[in-house]
């Protein structure tokens, strides 16, 4: 049967639960106190169940007797909803020193029955008083993990709901912020729609030129081609005329000599 755990020896301020006040569209800092009223040197760790979500500093240390530590709880910035219950714990964990231990030494050889947990609950508040509501069942221990320097300050991604007084402040000539960013979009939008139809036109004049430039490159071609036919073939075209002509020349000749020929023989 495991020995019941000790009392906690170190004050806690808060002793039940960290508030956080809205709005939580940026880092919340909630403080924690705590004092060592013993005779003995105290180490502490705190502990969280959601480390990904709050960076506490300092998150580990030593209290001599009668000394006291401000730790911040700094809550990184989130969609709040107000119809959820956050079930995020705290864990403050505490171990009497005994002699000059080094503080990374007295964890590591701690036996479980020597430690001191005391778990503090978080309320999301927007408002300036806690709502009373009932304490939830602690987590348990091994769903605990330390909450360090360590964490990413980076706000998670969320729909930041502000009032629109504070996005509509007034500028000069009577405008809102939003129409005079409305009127530089739309001269904007215009200059490049100018810049575009200038480029049509451009591009258009460019294409007809070009299809001009090609037009004539074939005419010029054609003639040069022409122009540039071998002496071979123009001897050859004339010889073939010149040998029809000299074919029907000695047709019409024999024609002639056969005609005469019958005549002579016929007298």
Same mark, same amino acid.
């Given at each position: 049967?495991?020995?019941?755990?000790?009392?906690?020896?170190?004050?806690?301020?808060?002793?039940?639960?960290?508030?956080?006040?809205?709005?939580?569209?940026?880092?919340?800092?909630?403080?924690?106190?705590? #004092?060592?009223?013993?005779?003995?040197?105290?180490?502490? =760790?705190? *502990?969280?169940? %959601? !480390?990904?979500?709050?960076? &506490?500093?300092?998150?580990?240390?030593?209290?001599?007797?009668?000394?006291?530590?401000?730790?911040?709880?700094?809550?990184?910035?989130?969609?709040?909803?107000?119809?959820?219950?956050?079930?995020?714990?705290?864990?403050?964990?505490?171990?009497?020193?005994?002699?000059?231990?080094?503080?990374?030494?007295?964890?590591?050889?701690?036996?479980?029955?020597?430690?001191?947990?005391?778990?503090?609950?978080?309320?999301?508040?927007?408002?300036?008083?806690?709502?009373?509501?009932?304490?939830?069942?602690?987590?348990?221990?091994?769903?605990?993990?330390?909450?360090?320097?360590?964490?990413?300050?980076?706000? #998670?991604?969320?729909?930041?709901?502000?009032?629109?007084? =504070?996005? *509509?402040?007034? %500028? !000069?000539?009577?405008?809102? &912020?939003?129409?005079?960013?409305?009127?530089?979009?739309?001269?904007?939008?215009?200059?490049?729609?100018?810049?575009?139809?200038?480029?049509?036109?451009?591009?258009?004049?460019?294409?007809?030129?070009?299809?001009?430039?090609?037009?004539?490159?074939?005419?010029?071609?054609?003639?040069?081609?022409?122009?540039?036919?071998?002496?071979?073939?123009?001897?050859?075209?004339?010889?073939?005329?010149?040998?029809?002509?000299?074919?029907?020349?000695?047709?019409?000749?024999?024609?002639?000599?056969?005609?005469?020929?019958?005549?002579?023989?016929?007298?």
């Amino acid at each position: 049967m495991p020995s019941p755990r000790l009392s906690q020896v170190l004050k806690i301020d808060p002793p039940e639960a960290l508030e956080f006040k809205g709005p939580f569209t940026e880092v919340v800092t909630s403080n924690l106190i705590l #004092q060592n009223p013993t005779d003995s040197r105290v180490a502490f =760790k705190v *502990k969280t169940t %959601a !480390p990904k979500r709050y960076c &506490v500093r300092p998150n580990s240390g030593v209290l001599d007797h009668n000394e006291s530590v401000t730790v911040s709880v700094m809550l990184q910035p989130f969609e709040y909803d107000p119809l959820e219950k956050t079930k995020h714990k705290f864990m403050i964990q505490s171990l009497v020193m005994a002699g000059d231990v080094d503080e990374k030494d007295v964890w590591k050889a701690a036996e479980p029955s020597q430690l001191m947990d005391t778990k503090l609950r978080v309320v999301f508040n927007m408002d300036s008083t806690v709502p009373e509501s009932p304490a939830q069942p602690a987590a348990p221990l091994n769903d605990l993990d330390s909450a360090g320097d360590h964490v990413q300050m980076t706000p #998670q991604k969320a729909n930041v709901k502000m009032d629109s007084e =504070k996005l *509509k402040q007034a %500028a !000069p000539g009577g405008t809102s &912020v939003d129409d005079e960013a409305m009127s530089r979009a739309k001269l904007e939008t215009k200059r490049l729609l100018d810049e575009i139809s200038s480029l049509r036109k451009d591009n258009e004049r460019m294409r007809k030129l070009a299809m001009s430039d090609t037009m004539t490159s074939s005419s010029q071609s054609q003639q040069l081609q022409k122009s540039s036919m071998p002496s071979g073939v123009s001897l050859l075209f004339q010889d073939t005329s010149n040998v029809v002509l000299l074919f029907f020349l000695f047709i019409v000749a024999f024609s002639t000599g056969l005609f005469t020929s019958n005549l002579i023989l016929g007298r």
